[in-house]
């Protein structure tokens, strides 16, 4: 039996499913804080070793990188992810350094790899015989240029660095910067919708009202799926953004009974619930499309546990509903494939997996979804464009050039003011700047970065 403590166990677990399998932490962490039976305290352990192991990766590597004299990249793999774990307890918990540096050492020989053990003892006593403002200072200073300091102080790639920036500068506010990319490293609380229809958010018990969303709750510490209202499925965990971005469209004008509606791309089905619920308070319908099977699934599954009845869920590819059933929908949402570089506070491994190169593959679908969610729009009816990153290739550029194509072959789109009607929905002035686009951010609205973008057709 190992001597590790079961908290750190799991974590490394998780870190190591990461790297060796593209393992998700966000699903495979509580089926291991599961299979552990950890108790609620050690299971906040695991969460917190994991997610700010992997979120500080990019920082912890050049610390490594330092202390080991030697590039991470000729380091064994899984030698590498017991060193991350142990800096990650050594300059940013309350870890004793003898206990990090002990059971790193326990773990790396559990882990089949013994003969790194004098390795993994030395890399971590160089790191803990120096403090974390002392490990900061050298980093920075071995980093070159603006762009690569960020990087290197806010673990981000570089890339995502420039394409953040970007984004902010088309608001007029580049100097935001460095509020974003720490708001990136720090863990969102837990929002919650109250269904229209289901619930009320004054009506759920032990939470908090949401920030923005006139139908959000913040969910007490703990597991939220314990919530009496969640477990009734009266109740979801939704980001105010996700929130907001839904509303945007069943809002933007009053609902007439017998309306069509469509998702384009439903999966895993939380916009679709709330999408919904309006749909069925206003007597509107709602088709809920999604092109992956497994994901259908979940859009069902989403849907039942709520007791919404009476929407369309298929599979089907949403660039081809354009053709298939040209002028046929009221209200579309398409909440497009993307990067999801809005969204990297809750996902901690994401900002390490994508590349530049998925933002033009992404751009590309993105095109010929939106080309296909207006073909798919009645005269007079609205799309919202809708996307979990902030990058101005998937945002923006997308909703530009969809808009002119559209005209040059003889169709008629106007842009709303996004920002005006979402200040027309929240329950609190939104800093949005001017339209007609609308960003959130984490820094700003402690929202993930969504964008919203509301075409209405001629």
């Known amino acids: 039996m190992s001597r590790v403590q079961p908290a750190r166990r799991v974590a490394l677990e998780v870190i190591r499913a990461v790297e060796q399998d593209d393992a998700y932490a966000n699903l495979l962490l509580p089926q291991r804080i599961a299979k552990a039976r950890l108790d609620a305290k050690d299971a906040g352990l695991a969460t917190e070793l994991t997610y700010g192991t992997l979120r500080m990766q990019g920082y912890y590597d050049r610390v490594i990188e330092l202390a080991a004299r030697r590039p991470t990249a000729k380091i064994d793999p899984a030698v590498l992810d017991v060193l991350r774990l142990g800096t990650h307890q050594l300059l940013a918990t309350r870890v004793a350094s003898h206990a990090a540096v002990d059971e790193s050492v326990t773990q790396v020989r559990d882990a089949g790899k013994g003969q790194a053990s004098g390795f993994v003892n030395g890399v971590l006593r160089t790191i803990s015989r120096d403090t974390p403002e002392s490990w900061r200072a050298r980093v920075l200073d071995a980093a070159e240029g603006v762009d690569a300091r960020l990087a290197a102080e806010f673990s981000h790639p570089e890339w995502v660095v420039r394409a953040l920036r970007g984004a902010l500068a088309a608001e007029g506010r580049a100097d935001e910067l460095g ?103 206003g007597g509107a319908t709602l088709v809920a499309n999604e092109l992956v099977p497994g994901r259908v699934g979940l859009v069902r599954q989403a849907l039942a546990a709520s007791g919404l009845e009476g929407v369309e869920v298929r599979q089907g590819d949403a660039a081809e509903i354009g053709a298939q059933e040209p002028a046929s929908y009221d209200r579309i949402l398409l909440d497009a494939p993307c990067t999801g570089l809005g969204a990297l506070r809750r996902r901690p491994e994401a900002r390490w997996r994508k590349q530049p190169r998925d933002v033009a593959d992404l751009a590309a679908l993105q095109v010929r979804l939106l080309a296909s969610g207006l073909a798919a729009l009645k005269p007079g009816g609205t799309l919202a464009y809708v996307t979990c990153s902030p990058h101005l290739a998937e945002t923006r550029a997308i909703v530009d050039g969809g808009v002119k194509r559209f005209a040059r072959d003889g169709g008629d789109v106007t842009l709303l003011d996004a920002p005006a009607v979402l200040g027309g929905i929240a329950t609190a002035p939104l800093d949005l700047g001017p339209g007609p686009f609308a960003q959130l951010w984490p820094h700003r609205h402690a929202t993930d970065a969504m964008f919203i973008s509301l075409l209405v057709r001629g």
Not at 186 to 214: I, K, Y
């Open 179 to 281: 509020e974003l990319l720490a708001a990136d490293n720090v863990p969102p609380r837990v929002s919650l919708v109250a269904l229209p229809g289901l619930d009320e958010p004054g009506a759920v018990a032990g939470v908090e009202p949401g920030r923005w969303s006139p139908v959000a709750v913040t969910a007490p510490p703990g597991d939220p799926a314990a919530l009496p209202s969640v477990k009734a499925g009266k109740v979801r965990v939704q980001d105010e953004g996700s929130q907001l971005a839904a509303l945007a469209l069943s809002r933007v004008a009053p609902i007439t009974a017998g309306e069509r509606w469509l998702d384009m791309c439903a999966g895993p089905g939380g916009k679709a619930a709330l999408l919904a619920a309006e749909a069925q308070a």
